[in-house]
């Protein structure tokens, strides 16, 4: 039956098209975490070179507030892909549940396809 393995590659490809999601989410997470401490790195430096680590004092460098600011950012859509990651999980195992489902009946098909025709041919010969 055509309409089932139709079915089956639909289901194959939608899995493939989660995973290679969860891929670019673990990628786009990877890459905030070494942007993150890149700037922690430079907020450290420029702390030591200015000698102050209070964020509150007047005379914090600018740069250090800049470079937090931008690093809380980070951090804070990390985790919102962290959580996207989560849902992207979930609908993986949704999407291979499926797989295997029409992959079952695709199997069954073939078995009573292949019965069929055994049949018929002992019928002929």
């Known amino acids: ?37 890149e700037l922690e790195l430079q907020i450290t430096a420029e702390e030591k070179k200015a000698g102050i680590t209070d964020i509150n004092h007047f005379a914090y460098p600018t740069f250090a507030k800049a470079a937090r600011l931008r690093r809380d950012n980070l951090r804070n859509s990390q985790s919102d892909l962290a959580q996207q990651r989560s849902t992207a999980e979930s609908l993986l195992g949704e999407a291979e549940a499926e797989l295997s489902k029409a992959e079952m009946l695709e199997s069954r098909d073939t078995k009573i396809r292949d019965a069929e025709l055994g049949g018929r041919s002992a019928m002929i010969g």
């Open 1 to 37: 039956m055509k309409s089932r393995e139709n079915l089956v590659r639909l289901k194959q490809f939608q899995v493939n098209e989660k995973r290679r999601q969860l891929l670019q989410l673990d990628m786009m997470i990877a890459e905030f975490e070494r942007m993150a401490v």
